[in-house]
Every structure is written in structure tokens, then in C-alpha cells.
């Protein structure tokens, strides 16, 4: 199981890319796997065909209407670590005793 963060970016759309955001986040919803939408990016977890198979759906939805899209792709894989996306977080507010901002 692995997570992966990922950032699409449409260059020809101007500054506001709210719209291609929902657009990829209804994609990643109905896939069924476990995500994170943060301000920079997007992380999923699950198996490497899969989530890649996720992000590969997204670029060609952006791709679309973009004529050019840049993709960030940032990856975590763990030999025999189960699920851990929704425990990192709670691990670390854990170690300072405290909740932090999210």
C-alpha cells in the first residue's frame, strides 16, 4: 500500500484553479479510495496501479479543456504498512499532545 500526493496544475486556465480541483476531486471521491485534500495537493491511499490509475483519470479529465498541465507526483511506500493516511496525523498530535490545525 503505498500513498501518494499529487498537485495538477492547468497553465493555460489563469489563477484561479478551483474548478479544475472539484473536477479531479469528484474523480478521486467516486474511486472508492481513502484521500486528503489539502491546500497544495491531494493524497490518496491505496495499491500503485490503483491511485496511479486515479491520477492518470484526473490528467486526462484536465486535459480536456487544458491545453498544457503540469502533475506533481510525490509517493510514500512502506514494505508491509497497512493503511496509515488517517494515523500519521493523529501519531504526531499524539507525540506534542495537543490537536493541530487541519
Do not use: N
Not at 473536477?23 to 479510495?33: D, F, N, Q, T, W
Amino acid at each position: 500500500m503505498i500513498m501518494l500526493e499529487f498537485s495538477l496544475m492547468p497553465l493555460d486556465q489563469g489563477p484561479d484553479i478551483g474548478e479544475h480541483v472539484a473536477r479531479s476531486l469528484e474523480i478521486v471521491a467516486a474511486s472508492g479510495v481513502d484521500y486528503r485534500l489539502g491546500p497544495m495537493g491531494t493524497v490518496l491511499e491505496g495499491e500503485w496501479d490503483e491511485v496511479f490509475a486515479i491520477v492518470k483519470r484526473c490528467a486526462e479529465r484536465a486535459s480536456q479543456d487544458c491545453e498544457r498541465v503540469t502533475l506533481a507526483i510525490k509517493v510514500d511506500s512502506r514494505r508491509g504498512a497497512g493503511p496509515r493516511l488517517a494515523g500519521r496525523v493523529a501519531e504526531v498530535e499524539r507525540r506534542l499532545g495537543r490537536k493541530l490545525q487541519s
